[in-house]
């Protein structure tokens, strides 16, 4: 089956500095990957997806970034503000065959420092 | 407010017991998922339902199943509770893949003492 890491674990950034959060899959099959953005104790809530037939795609200051021969993508925010601050998750899955739900990554600790 | 609901909020029991929980999901979408959220396991995929049946099966205990009624709505039941199933579950939706867009709901926290 599918597997997700994410890294890093934790993120710490200057407000306004703009954060990196990286994952890699390992089912060559897999062809969306949604991120997540989840606060304490609340549902995760999609911010930007990416299909397999597309390398990048933006919405104002959250870019998405996919690199399939690498099985890596990545996400960027930029000029970060303190409401950016919660558990990001990414995710990949398959429409190969029958659907099997989303494979998560660990979760990245973003922290907005003032 | 994703559209998709999840009662009840809270659920405490105890160990041995079983409990059901249950989602709507939003309107118009088929799939039903159900995830489990803990701090050591991560989030993870249980299983899914397409328009009443079972469609994709993940880290799905024996211990637990699954329904989608004809109007569209789930039900998670856990049976034989143990201390480790305490956990935040999560129903999602879309509209029919597990590559559309899923939709999560407040989530249903459980605690098994």
């Known amino acids: 089956g599918e597997n997700v890491e994410q890294h890093p674990s934790t993120l710490s950034v200057q407000e306004g500095d703009s954060a990196v959060i990286k994952c890699t899959y390992s089912?060559?099959?897999?062809?969306?990957f949604p991120w997540y953005k989840q606060e304490l104790g609340k549902r995760p809530q999609l911010i930007i997806d990416?299909?397999?037939?597309?390398g990048e795609k933006k919405d104002q200051r959250i870019a998405v970034t996919l690199n399939k021969t690498a099985k890596h993508f990545s996400l960027h925010i930029t000029e970060t503000q303190p409401e950016d601050s919660a558990v990001y998750f990414c995710a990949a899955s398959s429409s190969g065959g029958g659907a099997d739900g989303l494979t998560f990554g660990k979760g990245t600790h973003l922290i907005i420092q003032p | 407010d994703s559209g998709v609901t999840q009662t009840p909020k809270h659920l405490i029991t105890a160990t041995g017991q079983r409990v059901t929980l249950r989602c709507s999901p939003r309107s118009g979408d088929l799939s039903v998922y159900w995830y489990q959220q803990s701090l050591d396991q991560g989030l993870q995929f249980l299983i899914q339902y397409y328009n009443g049946e079972e469609r994709a099966k993940g880290n799905i205990l024996e211990r637990f199943s699954a329904q989608q009624f004809p109007d569209l709505h789930s039900e998670l039941n856990l049976s034989s509770l143990e201390l480790g199933d305490s956990a935040l579950y999560f129903c999602a939706s879309s509209a029919a893949r597990s590559t559309d867009t899923q939709y999560f709901g407040p989530g249903t926290r459980l605690t098994v003492l």
């Open positions: 089912d060559s099959a897999s062809n969306y």
């Open positions: 990416i299909r397999s037939n597309v």
